[in-house]
C-alpha cells in the first residue's frame, strides 16, 4: 500500500514537473531487487549519494510511525543543508476543537489523535516544510526549483 501511495505522488511529481529528475529509492532496482544480494553499506551508499546530490527532498510521513529509512534520510538532508518536505495526510489531525476528542486526551489509551515524531517534524520544519495534502505538496515544490 505505501509502495502504490508512493508511485501515485512520485507520478503528480513527475506530471507536474517533467523538466525535474526524481530520485526514488525504491525504483532502483540494483539495491531493490530481491532475488539478488545488495549489503547495507551498499544501499546505504547507494541511497545517501542520490540525496547528497539533490536540491529538494519530499519525505511521506504518513502511517503508524515514520519509517526509519525515511527518518535517516531526513537527517541526512538536513545535516547537508537539503530542503525537506514533508507530506503528513493523517485524517486523525482533524477534530482539534471537539470537545470529546479533547476530553479522551486525558484516558488512558483513548487518544483520538495521530502521534508523529516530534523531534523528525521538527528537523524537517527547521529546513523546510510540513502539509496534508498532496495537491500543496506538489505546489509548494515551484518555490524550491
Known amino acids: 500500500m505505501e509502495r502504490l501511495y508512493n508511485e501515485k505522488i512520485v507520478l503528480s511529481i513527475r506530471e507536474t514537473y517533467p523538466e525535474i529528475e526524481v530520485y526514488v529509492p525504491q525504483e ?39 519509517d526509519v529509512g525515511v527518518a535517516t534520510e531526513i537527517g ?3 545535516q ?8 503528513y495526510t493523517d485524517s486523525r489531525q482533524q477534530g482539534a ?5 479533547l476530553a479522551a486526551l486525558k484516558e488512558v489509551a483513548e487518544s483520538q489523535f495521530s502521534y508523529i515524531n516530534l523531534y523528525t517534524v521538527g528537523i524537517i520544519k527547521m529546513n523546510g516544510a510540513i502539509y496534508n495534502t498532496s495537491e500543496d505538496l506538489i505546489t509548494i515544490i515551484n518555490d524550491y526549483l
Not at 541511497?47 to 539533490?54: H, P
Not at 547537508?80 to 507530506?87: T, V
Not at 476543537?97 to 476528542?101: A, I, P, S, T, Y
Open 28 to 66: 532502483q532496482g540494483e539495491i531493490n531487487d530481491k532475488n539478488a544480494y545488495a549489503d547495507s553499506m551498499a544501499i546505504a551508499k547507494y541511497d545517501t549519494d542520490a540525496l547528497l546530490a539533490s536540491r529538494l527532498m519530499v519525505a511521506v510521513l504518513d502511517g503508524s510511525t515514520i
Open 76 to 78: 541526512v538532508a538536513y
Open 80 to 87: 547537508a543543508g537539503i530542503p525537506i518536505i514533508g507530506l
Open 97 to 101: 476543537e471537539n470537545k470529546q476528542k
